[in-house]
């Protein structure tokens, strides 16, 4: 089954069904279930409305198109028209996942392993859930995936217009530039020109758009009060607290891997990868924490557009490695000292500055992604200590 061909399919299905049901679970509180769970107010449409209102968002046409021409053109309300749009985005981009690490490795295990990995990714798994809000995301990545599938099969000109559509769907797209200029094969020259086209591309639109609205001011005003936000996110200890753990929720499991790879470091391709990773990982963190609210998890993923192929190999061979491994006295007695210490943490010492916890389900993934992480420790340091002995 796993080698079928429709496997992929019907695992990326299987996956964003899930993800579609955990945000319409009994008690939880998510964009897509706000209007039952708040007797008749309009969760969706109110945020698309403010979508075509505010200035800053008003810069970022495409989501809200997409979604009203879906709602008029087979008649549904724009709640509905929503959930179909970005949850058909969500299920092609776990297909895409797989094409882009199928071409860089040519495992059909190892592309299987990244649809799963992009799919249970914080900020995926709990799109729509609050202080996610996720709006413009999976479009984003649609066009991201696609331009790098076209940078690793050399189709410049494809990979020049999916490129430039995502930056205009999201700017925030521009922050992938130093990691895509290290990446591609190509001379330095030509890298420059490949890269500064989408840049003009959306220079030019932003020029345009911002003259035909006549929103200049708005957006100026935008920029500068956005410098107040890294006080914000530090304001007190649950702000550090939670900021802390929103880049951890989305950024320690490539990181430990990373760390654990046992990767070839001669393979000159892996290398230029993680160097693309690293340094897309601080210009955004530095981004984000200094610019954004921090707590929107999502805004943190971008680096592992470069990782997540490359994750997906590194635990495929992880895998393989642990599976020879026994469990002795070391592992069990590391595993439960840190499973405490982890429940301790994830359940009375992380909370949300926004919901109540019984709200979500940000504890139970804290909880799981440090187990998944202690257990891989406890078995690989348990075995450094028997084989010292």
């Not at 920029?223 to 753990?245: A, G």
Request: aromatic share 16%.
């Amino acid at each position: 089954m796993l080698e079928s061909k429709v496997f992929k399919y019907l695992l990326s299905l299987a996956l964003t069904i899930g993800n579609l049901c955990c945000h319409f679970y009994i008690n939880v509180v998510s964009m897509l279930n706000l209007h039952i769970v708040t007797e008749g107010r309009k969760g969706i449409s109110k945020i698309v409305i403010a979508h075509k209102e505010n200035p800053v968002f008003l810069k970022r046409p495409f989501t809200t198109f997409f979604t009203e021409f879906i709602a008029k053109s087979i008649n549904i309300n724009i709640e509905i028209a929503f959930i179909l749009f970005n949850y058909m985005l969500i299920f092609i981009n776990g297909l895409l996942i797989y094409k882009l690490t199928y071409i860089i490795f040519k495992n059909h295990k190892t592309a299987i392993i990244s649809i799963i990995l992009f799919h249970s990714t914080f900020s995926v798994l709990f799109s729509f859930f609050p202080p996610i809000y996720t709006y413009d995301e999976p479009l984003q990545y649609f066009l991201i995936f696609l331009s790098l599938i076209y940078l690793t099969q050399e189709k410049w000109t494809l990979f020049i217009l999916s490129f430039s559509l995502s930056i205009i769907c999201r700017e925030s797209s521009l922050i992938l530039i130093p990691g895509i200029f290290i990446i591609a094969q190509l001379p330095k020259q030509k890298k420059i020109l490949l890269l500064s086209i989408p840049v003009l591309f959306y220079s030019t639109f932003l020029i345009l758009y911002s003259k035909t609205y006549e929103i200049n001011n708005e957006l100026k005003n935008d920029f500068t009060s956005r410098l107040q936000y890294l006080k914000h996110n530090f304001q007190n200890y649950k702000y550090t607290l939670e900021t802390i753990t929103s880049f951890y929720l989305i950024s320690i499991l490539p990181i430990y891997c990373i760390i654990i790879s046992k990767l070839k470091t001669s393979i000159n391709t892996i290398k230029k990868i993680k160097i693309a990773f690293i340094i897309t990982l601080l210009i955004n963190s530095i981004i984000v924490l200094a610019t954004t609210k921090s707590r929107e998890a999502r805004l943190f993923v971008l680096p592992l557009f470069f990782i997540w192929p490359t994750l997906s190999n590194i635990i495929y061979i992880e895998i393989k490695h642990l599976s020879n491994c026994k469990i002795n006295l070391n592992t069990f007695a590391i595993f439960s000292i840190l499973s405490v210490l982890n429940f301790y943490i994830s359940y009375y010492v992380y909370e949300t500055t926004i919901g109540k916890k019984n709200e979500n389900y940000f504890n139970e993934y804290l909880f799981c992604l440090n187990t998944i992480l202690i257990l891989h420790y406890s078995f690989v340091y348990s075995q450094k200590i028997k084989k010292i002995r």
